[in-house]
């Protein structure tokens, strides 16, 4: 790389291991579970700077993109390095295919572009994913902000309860909201954690009016800290909508996903249910699809 020299030999820690290098960090990347990681620190040939380079290798672009997406808080400045990245005051982030590359240093003088020139190298010599996780093709595209779209292994709108959820940010008249989806295992486990999450608001707020023709179940809610939601199930799938808004603003962004995730899985739908209806009966030896299965 011209104006870099690796210093030494990159040290690859194995996932189990990585405590050893980072400490408490560690539980962190477990939760996506990380394969290694590999390190290796460079001088600038001119003597005014250093950088470390992280590459946490993960099993899929899925938990490597949810892995890079927790660093979004705060101020950042997003790049023109595929898949995507941003860097922050003392450091850039990128998430490429089933890599999450942390890149740590500075130098005399413009530090950014020289650790930006850095990155994309390391970045160039590595597989792209073909784009972000399918599940985000759900959410409207209208009001959505930019480079908001996070995977969260362990949780959503401070909750726990709705860990494994991938997340985006809205801004609607101004307004944020925040929306999140979570594919469940089935549709059972949709309608369990679809309740958990409305008896939250039993317990400490107030449950509104459902909304008519949304999904198959949901519930809206509000409360004086957590906030309005409107939440719904449709097939394995539960959605949901926070925010501080105006009822009508969530329920909206609510349906928009509600005819998006439809018009995908329409066709499954009907032909799943063709094949219900038209199986001879006493025949078990089918094994039709989640949605297709009367309960």
């Given at each position: 790389?011209?104006?870099?020299r690796l ?49 946490f290798r ?145 317990r400490n ?91």
């Amino acid at each position: 790389m011209p104006g870099w020299r690796l210093e030494q030999d990159p040290i690859v820690v194995p996932g189990n291991k990585l405590s050893t290098y980072m400490d408490q960090d560690a539980a962190t990347f477990a939760r996506y579970d990380v394969i290694d990681m590999t390190a290796g620190n460079y001088v600038a040939t001119d003597g005014n700077g250093f950088a470390t380079v992280e590459i946490f290798r993960f099993p899929d672009f899925v938990k490597a993109f949810g892995a890079y997406s927790r660093q979004k808080d705060g101020p950042v400045q997003f790049l023109n390095i595929a898949n995507e990245a941003f860097i922050k005051k003392y450091s850039i982030h990128l998430w490429r295919g089933p890599f999450y590359i942390r890149v740590t240093g500075g130098a005399a003088k413009n530090a950014g572009e020289s650790l930006t020139r850095l990155t994309a190298f390391v970045a160039d010599r590595m597989p792209a994913a073909a784009a972000k996780p399918a599940v985000f093709n759900f959410f409207p595209v209208t009001g959505r902000v930019a480079n908001s779209e996070r995977y969260s292994a362990d949780q959503a709108l401070g909750m726990r309860l709705l860990a494994n959820s991938f997340q985006a940010a809205f801004n609607v008249d101004n307004q944020p909201i925040n929306g999140i989806i979570i594919p469940a295992a089935n549709r059972d486990a949709a309608a369990k954690l679809l309740d958990a999450f409305r008896n939250l608001y039993v317990r400490n707020g107030k449950l509104m009016d459902p909304v008519v023709n949304l999904g198959e179940d949901n519930f809206t809610a509000e409360d004086k800290y957590m906030g309005r939601t409107v939440a719904f199930r449709i097939d394995r799938f539960l959605i949901a909508f926070n925010g501080f808004n105006d009822r009508q603003k969530l329920i909206d962004l609510a349906s928009s996903t509600d005819q998006r995730i439809l018009g995908t899985i329409r066709k499954q739908l009907v032909t799943a249910d063709q094949q219900t209806e038209n199986r001879p009966s006493g025949n078990t030896n089918e094994n039709p699809p989640p949605w297709a299965q009367r309960h």
